[in-house]
């Protein structure tokens, strides 16, 4: 049995997912131009080639993926996403990791996109493509369950 995403929760996790990586796209574009090229190569590849852009858009996804599905990520990303922005020290503590590990955890959350940290309050938040995905894997955990004939 096949069924449809919802494109409620499909469109604004792959516009979040394009946002996150326009902004890297913005920093390519300026080191390209610094390297002695002329213009903006990397975004320039992007729209003559749409092969350049399907590739790229698997490569985004799969990585968010797997961030998403990391044993370490996971509770940590849902914990944000129910509970809200939260200190650091408090999710260490919550989440049984010392700061220095919760930082390299936040990191990682971070570069995928689907955490904001603010340094100069100390504070960790789930972004909205976090919070999207977040809820997209319970849609998909709940059609599992159900198909699995959980009641």
Do not use: K
Request: hydrophobic residues 55%; aromatic residues 2%.
């Amino acid at each position: 049995m096949s069924v449809a995403a919802p494109t409620d929760l499909v469109m604004p996790i792959a516009r979040g997912i394009a946002a996150r990586y326009a902004r890297t796209l913005l920093a390519i574009d300026r080191l390209d131009a610094l390297d002695g090229r002329t213009g903006p190569i990397a975004s320039q590849e992007l729209r003559d080639d749409r092969r350049v852009a399907d590739a790229l858009a698997r490569e985004l996804v799969a990585r968010m993926l797997r961030v998403a599905a990391d044993a370490r990520l996971a509770p940590l990303l849902r914990a944000l996403v129910a509970d809200g922005a939260q200190g650091i020290a408090a999710l260490a503590v919550g989440q049984g990791a010392s700061r220095l590990a919760l930082l390299r955890r936040a990191e990682d959350l971070v570069e995928a996109g689907l955490a904001d940290r603010d340094p100069e309050r100390d504070m960790l938040a789930a972004t909205g493509l976090g919070a999207d995905l977040v809820a997209f894997l319970d849609l998909i955990e709940a059609a599992t369950a159900a198909a699995l004939g959980a009641p």
